[in-house]
Structure formats: C-alpha cells, structure tokens
C-alpha cells in the first residue's frame, strides 16, 4: 500500500500528492541543506574573541612542565602571560589572555583543565573582531 502525503502550496494554491518514498528523500534533502547552512553560519562563529584564562596551579612543579608544553603550543594566539607564585602556599596563579576563535580558546583552556591539581577558569569578550 503506497501511503499518499497531502502538500499544500499557500503561494500558488496547489495541492499535490507525494508517496512515501519521495518524502524520504525530501527529508534528507531538507537535512543536507540545514547541514550546509551550518557550516556556511560557522564563518560567524569563527570569528575572533579575546579571553582572559585565570589558572590555579597546585604543586605547580610537578605540572609545570606540562603546563608549559601546551602554553607552548598555542603561543601564536596568546598575547600575554603573568605568573604569581605562592611558595608558602604551594600554589601558583597564572592569568593568560589570548586573541583567538572559540575553538581555538576552548581547546587551550581544555588541554590545561586535563591537568591534575589545575583549575582553569575563562572569561571571552562579546566583541568578535576578523
């Protein structure tokens, strides 16, 4: 049994019948062209912001290595870098304020959160820039 579907144009007022199987294939139609309009939008999401990390960093000389490795790895995208260490605590606070996307961002800030003893925490302007 071919299961019929009722359509109806409001523009030029015409009905049409469609069976199930071209519905089918209407439906990934619509999904291909949500996915690409997706991708095509992603160009604002990609846009630049800047971030302030605040990092907490407990027996900071087991980690430090580590830490460094991965500061390392995104140095094109940060601007600038402050350390403050508490020796008598055994805690150090670094503050890190970066220029990138939010992938970019996410991505450093989730690489220093893997670290044990780290605590990262970010804030990101509102203001995109190219």
């Known amino acids: 049994m071919l299961a019929k579907l009722f359509d109806f144009q409001m523009k030029n007022n015409l009905f049409k019948f469609i069976d199930l199987d071209n519905f089918k294939d209407i439906i990934k139609l619509k999904r291909k062209i949500l996915f690409s309009k997706i991708c095509f939008e992603r160009d604002d999401i990609m846009k630049k912001r800047i971030a302030v990390i605040s990092v907490m960093m407990e027996n900071a000389k087991e980690h430090q290595v ?3 490795n991965i500061v390392a790895n995104f140095q094109q ?3 600038g870098r402050m350390g ?4 008598n605590e055994g805690v150090s606070v ?3 304020i970066m220029l990138g996307t939010m ?3 996410n991505s450093f800030t989730g690489k220093l959160g893997s670290i044990p003893e780290i605590q990262v925490k970010t ?3 509102k203001k995109e820039m190219d």
Request: glycine residues 0%; negative net charge.
């Open 123 to 125: 804030t990101v302007s």
């Open 94 to 96: 670094v503050s890190i």
């Open 84 to 87: 403050l260490p508490f020796h």
């Open 77 to 79: 995208y940060i601007y």
């Open 66 to 68: 580590e830490f460094n």
């Open 103 to 105: 992938d970019e961002i």
